[in-house]
Each structure stands twice: as C-alpha cells, then as structure tokens.
C-alpha cells in the first residue's frame, strides 16, 4: 500500500498544491519520530510524503471507520488512537521505533483551531520519547486556512467534521533531530519534553508562515498575475 500510494500523493502534490518545503537537516537512518502540528485533516498524507521510506502515522480511530480511507488506514499499517486507550497506541508506537521505523504524532491530538494558532500539546510524544530514546525531529506547517473545506459527516453515530485541505500554498520547515532523556514515569519531566517539541514545532510554523510571505514570493506573485 505505501508503495501504491506515495507516488500518487506526490502526483497530487505537485499538481494541486503550491509545496514549499524547508529542511534544516537531512533525516537520520533508523528510528526516528516526526512530530508536526496538525492545521488540516489532509496533514498526515503530505507529511509521511516527505519520508523515503514507510512510516507509521498515530492516527485517531474514527478515521478508520470511513469507507476506503479506513481500508486504506489498516492495510498501510498505521496506529488506532482510541479515547481512552492511549496507551495501547504508545506501546504500538514503541514497538515500531524499537524496529527501527518511523512514527509520525501530531502532539496536538486534534486539528488546529480553524481560527489559527495551536492546541494545547498532550502528552504522547513526550512519553515515546522518554521510553523510546528514539530522536525527535519537529515539522512546522503553513497553509491557507480560508481554503480548508469543513465537510460534516456521521461515521458509525458520531457526527465528525473532517477539514481537508485539497489545493493552495502548503509550506512545511523541518527541523533538527532532538534526543530526550529522562524517566517516563516523571509527570513533570514528560510534560516539560512535550512542552520542547510543541514549542520547536510552533518555531517552525512560524517560519512556514514567513516563507509564504517574504516580499520576494509577493513580488513575483504580482508579476504572474500581469
């Protein structure tokens, strides 16, 4: 499935998206964990995109119940994240890391606020971290927020509104790994590791946004449109 399905996202990229990516550092050869903030639902394809390689993306389950996406989900191989199981997911997550693969997380837990800005960090990535000692390597998105499409939906009951973003600017920083150390059972040291990532992730958003707005960009914008 992954190998099915990379070049058709890359397709789509190129063809659908203004991508303009940013890498402080190459990434590193073995285990590795990718932690980005999350502005649309669109956001973990186009991030498991930029790895050469499969990667394992903590995903939230009621995406698996979608017609075809689901299918999609569990034929890749990607982490269930269940409301009140997030434990099962962590261990998921270790074991792939110990095998020297890559897992994406989106520390946020949910979408971004519509409105900009970011949700509070949840603990996750900390606590892989920790007990991983896999390093971390933080992505930074920026993207059109008034081209996100809200499209409400009922999956199994539930009333779900996904915000899929499907054409526009998308800029992504990467950032330099990180290797934390500590013990996971320390609530305070988890917390304060999270806290790091999350801020380092925001850093690189921030970047993201000013790429997209350098008086350069503008410029040849503005001959373009002539």
Avoid: C
């Amino acid at each position: 499935m992954y190998g099915l399905s990379r070049p058709l996202i890359g397709g789509y990229t190129g063809a659908m998206l203004n991508m303009d990516i940013q890498m402080h550092d190459r990434f590193p050869e073995g285990a590795k964990i990718i932690a980005a903030n999350h502005p649309s639902t669109t956001d973990p394809f186009f991030v498991a995109w930029l790895m050469r390689k499969q990667s394992f993306i903590l995903i939230k389950d009621t995406l698996f119940d979608v017609p075809v996406l689901g299918a999609y989900l569990r034929a890749s191989g990607h982490i269930m994240v269940k409301a009140g199981s997030g434990q099962q997911a962590i261990d998921s997550a270790i074991d792939h890391l110990r095998r020297g693969h890559t897992v994406i997380i989106f520390p946020e837990g949910k979408v971004s606020p519509l409105t900009g800005g970011f949700n509070p960090v949840r603990s996750g990535v900390g606590r892989i971290a920790l007990e991983s000692g896999a390093p971390v390597i933080p992505v930074g998105i920026f993207l059109d927020r008034s081209l996100i499409h809200s499209v409400p939906a009922t999956v199994k009951g539930r009333n779900e509104i996904g915000h899929w973003y499907w054409h526009g600017p998308y800029n992504m920083t990467v950032g330099s790994p990180e290797t934390y150390s500590g013990d996971v059972d320390d609530w305070g040291r988890v917390r304060e590791v999270s806290s790091r990532v999350m801020r380092r992730i925001m850093d690189l958003s921030f970047e993201s946004q000013n790429r997209q707005f350098r008086p350069d960009k503008i410029f040849a914008g503005l001959i373009a449109s002539f």
